[in-house]
């Protein structure tokens, strides 16, 4: 497993995504760059060039061109990166309104209206409950029911455009930095990130929201009384990929 902290790491810093890319177009110079290129499985003597560049709007944040010496081919990398200044360091990885996501995932007409009850764009249809909003636990057996069939039915399938999403900006990579006592890093590749946060079952958290394998679904909130906060959202702990 490839990580890295200490005082080089510290010392170029990693405020944005701006400053991981002059690290990979300066590779030859940095030491943290060329772990992250070896763990990509290249051989430094083997690479021509690397140019990056950061990506907006998409899960990859960084896309990594490289040219090989060896066969004159210029692979293409696209590189997730969260930085986390604790050690829990939950971490959003989507968000959107329920229509989009039933675009995306083809969720039914009823369940879709339950999930809008649950972030709250659509009122309480129960007088006893929060004004603003309803948990999932407040739904009756069968309401709570047709939306954990959902989540276990597609589980993998969402798992999969919560984390690597779609297209040619898909990622391939994610590259966590944490910032607490000391700095450090951990690059792993997508499809051992998708099955860690896999793991584990679907169901209703006793505080109403949903667990989807080591992922957590809730209401976004927030954002002083916006509409936006009855977006949906899926959050992970990004800390725990240094463990696997």
């Not at 929060?130 to 069968?142: A, G, H, P, Q, V």
């Not at 896999?198 to 958290?205: H, L, P, R």
Request: a positive charge.
């Amino acid at each position: 497993m490839a990580r890295q902290s200490g005082s080089e790491i510290a010392k170029r810093g990693f405020q944005s995504e701006k400053d991981i890319v002059t690290k990979f177009n300066k590779w030859k110079d940095d030491d943290d760059c060329k772990q992250w290129l070896k763990r990509m499985g290249y051989k430094l003597n083997e690479i021509k060039s690397v140019q990056s560049r950061t990506i907006r709007n998409n899960k990859t944040d960084i896309q990594v061109k490289i040219s090989r010496t060896d066969n004159g081919n210029i692979d293409t990398h696209n590189i997730q990166v969260k930085s986390l200044s604790n050690s829990r360091g939950f971490n959003q990885v989507d968000k959107r309104w329920i229509d989009t996501y039933q675009d995306m995932w083809n969720i039914p007409d009823d369940t879709t209206q339950l999930l809008k009850y649950y972030t709250g764009e659509i009122k309480p249809f129960t007088a006893d409950v929060d004004k603003n909003r309803m948990y999932l636990d407040e739904f009756t057996s069968e309401q709570q029911e047709n939306i954990l069939n959902f989540f276990k039915e597609n589980k993998i399938w969402i798992i999969c455009d919560l984390l690597r999403g779609r297209g040619s900006y898909s990622a391939e990579w994610i590259l966590v930095v944490q910032k607490t006592d000391r700095i450090r890093w951990i690059l792993q590749p997508i499809n051992k990130v998708i099955n860690y946060y896999s793991k584990g079952d679907v169901f209703i958290t006793p505080k109403g929201n949903l667990k989807i394998g080591r992922i957590s679904m809730q209401r976004k909130g927030g954002d002083n009384g916006k509409k936006s906060a009855n977006m949906l959202q899926f959050k992970i702990n990004p800390a725990k990929l240094f463990e696997i």
